[in-house]
């Protein structure tokens, strides 16, 4: 009698156990149904959110348009500053004699030397030395930037071969790419607007670039001379026009982004000096501060623009640039770790870390073609340091990466519409065989492949097939950097 109270008890103790484990799996499993909702519906809000169909983009196009012309009409007359840059002639081919540059716009900076050969040779014996900008330099003082610059330079000059130094009396020229916004009192200098891309140097602002590089130049007794100061947008649209005389804009998407343009200088009324012998004057749009209320924005890019630098402006920028890619995806991860517990119970410290995704990273998991998407496996573990991620998780985290990319792809298309349709290259063109070249650099659109596919997806789209095919746009490389080699040289004091 006492056995079976035992046995009884027993098994209705081991069938509670069993029916309260089957609650816990149940619990569990209803629970992590509803993480899992809750994390697809975060990514469906945001795919919503950031779409961006034909008619929208056509919106944006125009929108820029418009803001176009406010710019041209007066100074502040539109959040586009259409900055004047004193280039009212492009190289020809013609150009001749060895030529310097200097490319700070970014994370990294380049010292450039170049031979000009003329039509038959063209450009031979690029010699280029990189080297990053360390962290301190783009948050500190004006000289110490300056005098890093400078001292790049010399050591690459005094290691010059013989043959290279210019005749006695003859000053090696220089052109000067500096990839902000800058307004131009001539083609070789200019007063720095503000900083854009991480950069912050307050006494800089409001100072003449050249001068401030002479002023180093003169310290480390380089005697060189800067024959012309160029944005990074300006010396591509220089370098394309180079090769190909059809290129009538520029385009930058890397770090940051910008557009340049050959505009009839009539059609530019802020514009009372000279009108320039060609007619025309290259227009540094300054396009990443554009906004407008057709742009979709998310919670994301809000917060992303109020924790930034430089909050409130270059919006354009945020949507679009190389810098702000990849956080924009981490802001997104973190809301669906944070509401949908998505990584674990806690949520992973590092994705807190602002901009610790880098739009590289981003990029190669969104081109993860391994069947269990191993590369986001990997980033995600060593990156943010999250371990463990099933087949379904890591495709969300893609699912992100796309809409980040394709939303920026595509607004940069409605960019370069908007620009086609203000020169009138938007449409079929009347004279046969006339073209109209967008010349494009940058590390964003070189390398990230799905955003170049996107980005000439649309643009085919919004052009329709028969413009399409007489509005191209061309991968310009390293032009940036020539091209202000070439302006150097177009604006020699030998001439
Ligand atoms: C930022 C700068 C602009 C530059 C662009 C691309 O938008 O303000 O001058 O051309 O980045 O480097």
């Given at each position: 009698?006492?056995?079976?109270?035992?046995?009884?008890?027993?098994?209705?103790?081991?069938?509670?156990?069993?029916?309260?484990?089957?609650?816990?799996?149940?619990?569990?499993?209803?629970k992590s149904?509803?993480?899992w909702?809750?994390?697809l519906?975060?990514?469906?809000?945001?795919e919503?959110?950031c779409?961006?169909?034909?008619?929208?983009?056509?919106?944006?196009?125009?929108?820029?348009?418009?803001?176009?012309?406010?710019?041209?009409?007066?100074e502040?007359?539109s959040?586009?500053?259409?900055?004047?840059?004193?280039?009212?002639?492009?190289?020809?081919?013609?150009?001749?004699?060895?030529?310097?540059?200097?490319?700070?716009?970014g994370?990294?900076?380049?010292v450039?030397?170049?031979?000009?050969?003329?039509?038959?040779?063209?450009?031979t014996?690029p010699?280029v030395?990189?080297v990053?900008?360390?962290?301190?330099l783009m948050?500190?003082?004006s000289h110490?930037?300056?005098?890093?610059?400078?001292?790049?330079?010399?050591?690459?000059?005094?290691?010059?071969?013989?043959?290279?130094?210019?005749?006695?009396?003859?000053?090696?020229?220089?052109?000067?790419?500096?990839?902000?916004?800058?307004?131009?009192?001539?083609?070789a200098?200019?007063?720095l607007?503000?900083?854009?891309?991480?950069?912050n140097?307050?006494?800089?602002?409001?100072?003449?670039?050249?001068?401030?590089?002479?002023?180093?130049?003169?310290?480390?007794?380089?005697?060189m001379?800067?024959?012309?100061?160029v944005?990074?947008t300006?010396?591509?649209?220089?370098?394309g026009?180079?090769?190909?005389?059809?290129?009538?804009?520029?385009?930058?998407?890397?770090?940051?982004t910008?557009a340049?343009?050959?505009?009839?200088?009539?059609?530019?009324?802020?514009?009372?000096?000279?009108?320039p012998?060609?007619?025309?004057?290259v227009?540094?749009?300054?396009?990443?501060?554009?906004?407008?209320?057709?742009?979709p924005?998310t919670?994301?890019?809000?917060?992303?623009?109020a924790?930034s630098?430089n909050?409130?402006?270059?919006?354009?920028?945020?949507?679009?640039?190389?810098?702000?890619?990849?956080?924009?995806?981490r802001?997104v991860?973190?809301r669906?770790?944070?509401?949908?517990?998505?990584?674990?119970?806690?949520?992973?410290?590092?994705l807190?870390?602002?901009?610790?995704l880098?739009?590289?990273?981003m990029?190669?998991?969104?081109?993860?073609?391994?069947?269990?998407?191993?590369v986001?496996?990997?980033k995600?573990?060593?990156?943010?340091?999250i371990?463990?991620?099933?087949l379904?998780?890591?495709?969300?985290?893609?699912?992100?990466?796309?809409?980040?990319?394709?939303?920026?792809?595509?607004?940069?298309?409605?960019?370069?519409?908007?620009?086609?349709?203000?020169?009138g290259?938007?449409?079929v063109?009347?004279?046969?065989?006339?073209?109209s070249?967008?010349?494009l650099?940058?590390?964003?659109?070189?390398?990230?492949?799905?955003?170049?596919?996107s980005?000439?997806?649309?643009?085919?789209?919004?052009?329709?097939?028969?413009?399409?095919?007489?509005?191209?746009?061309?991968q310009?490389?390293?032009?940036?950097?020539?091209?202000a080699a070439?302006?150097?040289?177009?604006?020699?004091?030998y001439?």
């Open positions: 009698m006492v056995m079976r109270k035992v046995v009884v008890g027993t098994a209705i103790a081991c069938a509670a156990a069993v029916c309260a484990t089957a609650a816990l799996v149940v619990r569990h499993r209803m149904r509803g993480k909702a809750r994390a519906a975060i990514l469906k809000e945001f919503e959110k779409e961006t169909p034909i008619g929208k983009l056509r919106q944006v196009a125009d929108a820029m348009t418009v803001e176009m012309h406010a710019g041209l009409a007066s502040g007359g959040k586009l500053k259409m900055l004047i840059s004193y280039v009212d002639n492009l190289p020809t081919g013609d150009e001749k004699g060895h030529f310097y540059a200097l490319d700070l716009g994370t990294n900076f380049r450039i030397r170049v031979h000009l050969g003329g039509k038959d040779k063209g450009v014996n010699d030395e990189e990053s900008i360390p962290h301190h948050v500190g003082s110490e930037l300056f005098d890093f610059i400078a001292e790049t330079l010399a050591k690459f000059i005094h290691s010059e071969p013989e043959e290279l130094h210019p005749p006695p009396g003859r000053q090696r020229e220089l052109g000067f790419t500096f990839s902000f916004p800058v307004r131009q009192t001539s083609i200098s200019g007063t607007i503000k900083w854009t891309k991480g950069f140097i307050e006494d800089a602002v409001g100072e003449d670039v050249v001068e401030e590089l002479n002023k180093s130049l003169e310290k480390v007794g380089l005697d001379r800067v024959s012309a100061l944005n990074d300006i010396g591509t649209l220089a370098g026009r180079y090769y190909n005389q059809d290129v009538v804009a520029a385009v930058i998407l890397g770090t940051g910008n340049a343009y050959v505009e009839r200088a009539q059609a530019i009324p802020k514009w009372h000096g000279l009108l012998k060609s007619g025309e004057m227009i540094n749009m300054e396009w990443g501060n554009f906004r407008s209320l057709h742009l924005l919670e994301y890019d809000q917060s992303l623009d924790d630098l909050p409130g402006e270059q919006i354009f920028e945020k949507l679009i640039s190389g810098m702000y890619l990849g956080d924009i995806a802001r991860l973190l669906i770790a944070e509401e949908a517990e998505f990584f674990g119970d806690t949520v992973p410290p590092k807190k870390i602002p901009f610790i880098r739009t590289p990273d990029s190669a998991m969104h081109h993860d073609t391994s069947s269990d998407l191993k986001v496996a990997n995600l573990r060593d990156i943010l340091e371990s463990n991620t099933s379904k998780m890591r495709k969300i985290v893609v699912g992100v990466c796309d809409i980040v990319a394709t939303r920026g792809a595509r607004l940069a298309a409605a960019g370069i519409f908007g620009i086609l349709k203000k020169i290259r938007d449409t063109r009347v004279v046969e065989k006339e073209k070249v967008v010349a650099d940058g590390a964003l659109f070189e390398h990230y492949i799905e955003f170049r596919t980005l000439e997806g649309a643009l085919k789209e919004l052009l329709g097939e028969d413009a399409a095919k007489s509005n191209v746009i061309e310009a490389n390293d032009g940036s950097g020539i091209g070439m302006l150097a040289a177009s604006h020699s004091q001439l």
